[in-house]
């Protein structure tokens, strides 16, 4: 079957190469760079941008100031006390499947606290300018939270997969900044990545409809709705539709091919990965929580339109096209 048919009635992206969300699994080339910047030496070497252009992840030792990193873990307190979690109508707390449990929160920059600050702080900024050689916005923000002994994982996907298809973003001149808060070993759920696999785009199947991301942020295995001031905010149930979830013959290939690296490291640590490298994490049965920070940045020239391959655009505290903050590059 032609490829134009099976995208018939979505708006059209301005290179095919990213085209998914169709009847078939199928794998592309990246028609893009990696890395856009030129002759800038710094924060990266030149030699360690060129192993973030071949593996498509780096890890920086050190960043975040230790006491920094507890000011945000005893803020978190805020709103892990289930006395005090209250749901709200826009969904920025996510929470386990079939749980009261805490998995995600969103939005977490445009909060006044030292998880906002650190989201926003240059240290992060200037390492996604050099990468991306353009000024940045952040697209997503949120806390990862593996709860101890009931936090469960994230199945393998590419983030820009999900964000040219759900969120209108044309190209993958976009990053994400994890800060570790704890302790990120293979025992407590360690992100997994496919080195150099953001260098293909998996195209995804499912052709979906309505709001895909009221599941997929809680579990690609479940569809969820919203019920506001209830702890049993989501009401969930088994669904076959799986969306924005590579093939495993195409995961076992590149697996194969370039193995599989575990993104472990100590509190203050941040890992910067590529918008298309695939990425996945267990879940977390040790007794040690593993909270992470996320911060998704854009280039300012890669700003939103509208979803290419989805029929609804998901939520501002999920995809900000309204309420974002430009961080200009250094002259």
Known sequence: MELESAFEGYATPSDESYKTRGEHAEVALRSDPVVWCSAQVKPLSQAELCAYEETGFCIVRGLVPLQQIEACKNHLQTFTNEDQLKVTDNCRFVTEANSTVLRSIFAIHEDKSPLGELARAKFLTEYVQQILDDDIYVHQSRVNLQAPFKGTGFSWHSDFETWHAEDGMPRPRSLSAVVFLDQNAEYNGALMVIPGSHKSFLRCPGRQKGANWEKSLQSQAWRTTCSVDSFRHFQTCPIPEVYGTPAEEH?????????????????????????????????????????????????????????????????????????????????
């Open 251 to 331: 995961l076992r290939q590149l697996a194969e091919s370039n193995g599989i690296k575990y993104c472990t490291g100590a509190p203050g640590d941040v890992l910067f990965f590529d918008s298309n490298l695939l990425h996945a994490s267990s879940g977390n049965r040790s007794p040690f929580p593993r909270r992470n920070l996320f911060v998704a940045f854009n280039a300012w020239s890669n700003r939103l339109q509208a979803p290419f391959f989805s029929e609804e655009q998901r939520p501002e505290h999920v995809a900000h096209r309204q309420r974002v903050e430009r961080f200009p590059r250094s002259a």
